[in-house]
């Protein structure tokens, strides 16, 4: 199932996938996601659904580009591939949300992989998001902060 879904390799195609339920997933993929749902990594329980960022653009957003909001939404989340291993990628899915996570991210259940996200388009929405130059910006790593 995997290896027949298409690849979008620059933020014009996800951009033009923008939708009410469309969601960007870093993971293994749909398969290795269709057998469980997501985990809190704090305490460890059980989510209802996959943790996802929505690729829907909120209103406020206005008639600004489309490509700068899915740079964002793949930036955000670009260091779970170091976190979670190799065989980890960001992908598109159709779904529906069952709930809201620990950090307010929307969970959902898959209805319909879509595509997978090449490491051109990342390399793509890097350089986007750099190009805004904002010092109070940047991925949500836990990781990297101070603690």
């Keep these: 199932m995997t290896d027949e879904l298409p690849t979008i390799t620059n933020l014009a195609e996800l951009a033009d996938l923008l939708g009410?339920?469309?969601?960007?997933?870093?993971?293994?993929?749909?398969?290795?996601?269709?057998?469980?749902?997501?985990?809190?990594?704090?305490?460890?329980?059980?989510l209802p659904g996959l943790s996802a960022s929505p690729l829907h653009v909120e209103p406020w957003w206005g008639d600004r580009s489309h490509r700068l909001w899915v740079a964002r939404?793949?930036?955000?989340?670009?260091?779970?591939?170091?976190?979670?291993?190799?065989?980890?990628?960001?992908?598109?899915?159709?779904?529906?949300?069952?709930?809201?996570?620990?950090?307010?991210?929307?969970?959902?259940?898959?209805?319909?992989?879509?595509?997978?996200?090449?490491?051109?388009?990342?390399?793509?929405?890097?350089?986007l998001v750099g190009a805004q130059h904002s010092d109070e910006w940047g991925p949500l790593d836990r990781s990297s902060s101070d603690r």
Excluded: M
């Design 73 to 127: 939404r793949l930036f955000d989340y670009r260091h779970l591939r170091d976190l979670r291993g190799p065989d980890v990628r960001a992908w598109v899915l159709r779904g529906d949300e069952v709930g809201r996570g620990p950090d307010n991210e929307p969970l959902v259940q898959c209805r319909e992989p879509i595509a997978w996200v090449a490491d051109s388009a990342l390399r793509e929405c890097e350089e």
């Design 20 to 46: 009410e339920d469309v969601y960007v997933r870093w993971s293994k993929g749909p398969e290795a996601d269709a057998a469980s749902t997501s985990r809190d990594s704090l305490t460890g329980v059980e």
